[in-house]
């Protein structure tokens, strides 16, 4: 067997960002910078009004109160998406909507709810409070300055990136494209859809539960069926998918069985690197590059498959999709266990399924999904993190342990 660390190493030396290429924003959510960003305008262009209310002369409202109103004359209104038509002068007040540019000659905003009208005079405000010179003004500028960095290469853009980028007036970046990644199920057994099941098969649930996994990470996921213990079957959907995807899941026939046809497939394709990984579950495993696309043979158990995913597919395809090697491994983040979480007494580390939620002091709390066996599914969904118990005695009540938080 060899560690995690070493098999993952083996995933991405063969695992290279796809080409940086121009993407529309619209087309950019999910995807990764590939080069920095600087603001070629300033955001926002020019100063405005942060409140609705009148645009004053500070020094004319300085002694302003609900007994001793300012009382100023209104010069006209400045709606956002308007150029200022007029200045204001001592005396003077504009009516300003929140956005407006901001006019010559004043210099604060007397906010709405600090203003009255003066009954039966036409034209007049009353300030009722007093305003200091830059009050509710934004200066041009206030959010990015010209020339200013705004994202670095590797960043990885989220709803609130495209805005920002909108902001500076880009149509497009370039960035890393989302790696296509076909999902093949193997087996005699497998079967998809409803209905009675003929004695020994099985539904399949890794295939949906990877493409899944896919979208969930932000990858193109295909669907390339499932391939049945026949070695030319196996063969077409495997060059299927090497020719149309950026990457291949294989679940199933990885094993040392001697039904395990997808293995055998696998060697006649190309030089694949074949691993017993030092983990429960998820211990057999399978990566090489198929014509130069890297492919990657899970286990068939449901949870090893998804396990398999995690720790080995997921790092890969990330790289794949131009992610940091800060980001291509999920963090380890420290938590307390409820109850003892056991392990079998072997050299593997295990990763068990757990529920962490906060607990009444803060800190991150975790408790066993359930049943623990590679092919209990159902505790997998149930579970939000993997708990990592390396070789020892496991984790006692109370005792602090690594958890991957999932999702």
């Not at 003004?137 to 495209?162: K, S």
């Not at 391939?227 to 199933?252: K, M, Q, W």
Request: hydrophobic share 45%; net charge neutral.
């Amino acid at each position: 067997m060899i560690g995690l660390t070493e098999a993952r190493a083996r995933v991405l030396a063969d695992c290279r960002p796809a080409p940086a290429a121009f993407t529309p924003l619209a087309d950019a959510l999910g995807l990764v910078l590939a080069e920095d960003v600087e603001a070629a305008e300033a955001v926002p262009p020019f100063p405005s009004s942060a409140m609705d209310g009148y645009a004053v002369i500070a020094a004319d409202v300085a002694g302003a109160s609900a007994d001793r109103p300012a009382r100023l004359a209104v010069v006209g209104t400045l709606a956002a998406g308007a150029a200022p038509a007029t200045g204001v002068r001592p005396g003077e007040a504009l009516r300003i909507m929140t956005g407006a540019p901001w006019p010559p000659g004043a210099d604060a905003v007397a906010i709405v709810e600090t203003t009255r009208s003066v009954p039966g005079a036409r034209g007049l405000v009353e300030v009722l409070a007093p305003a200091a010179p830059g009050d509710h003004i934004r200066p041009a500028g206030e959010d990015l300055a010209t020339g200013q960095p705004v994202f670095a290469a590797g960043t990885l853009l989220g709803p609130g990136h495209l805005g920002v980028l909108a902001s500076v007036g880009l149509t497009g970046v370039r960035a890393h494209p989302a790696p296509t990644v076909g999902v093949l199920s193997t087996g005699d057994e497998l079967v998809e859809g409803g209905g009675g099941l003929a004695p020994g098969r099985i539904r399949d649930s890794n295939r949906p539960t990877l493409l899944a996994l896919l979208r969930r990470d932000g990858f193109r996921p295909v669907d390339l069926g499932i391939a049945r213990d026949v070695e030319d079957d196996i063969r077409r959907r495997i060059n299927e998918g090497t020719a149309r995807c950026d990457a291949v899941l294989t679940s199933g026939g990885v094993s040392m069985g001697e039904f395990d046809f997808v293995k055998k497939v696998l060697d006649q394709l190309g030089a694949m690197n074949w691993m017993q990984v030092a983990i429960r579950p998820a211990k057999p495993f399978a990566f090489g590059l198929l014509a130069g696309t890297p492919v990657f043979g899970l286990p068939g158990n449901p949870v090893s498959s998804m396990v398999s995913y995690e720790l080995l597919a997921r790092p890969g395809l990330r790289r794949l999709a131009g992610h940091p090697d800060s980001r291509l491994v999920r963090p380890a983040t420290r938590a307390v266990a409820d109850a003892a979480l056991t392990r079998h007494g072997d050299e593997r580390t295990t990763y068990l399924r757990v529920v962490a939620e906060p607990g009444p002091d803060g800190r991150l709390r975790v408790r066993s999904a359930g049943g623990q066996g590679s092919n209990l599914l159902w505790p997998m969904a149930l579970a939000n993190a993997l708990a990592v118990l390396p070789p020892g005695p496991g984790v006692p009540a109370g005792g602090e342990v690594d958890v991957l938080l999932l999702g």
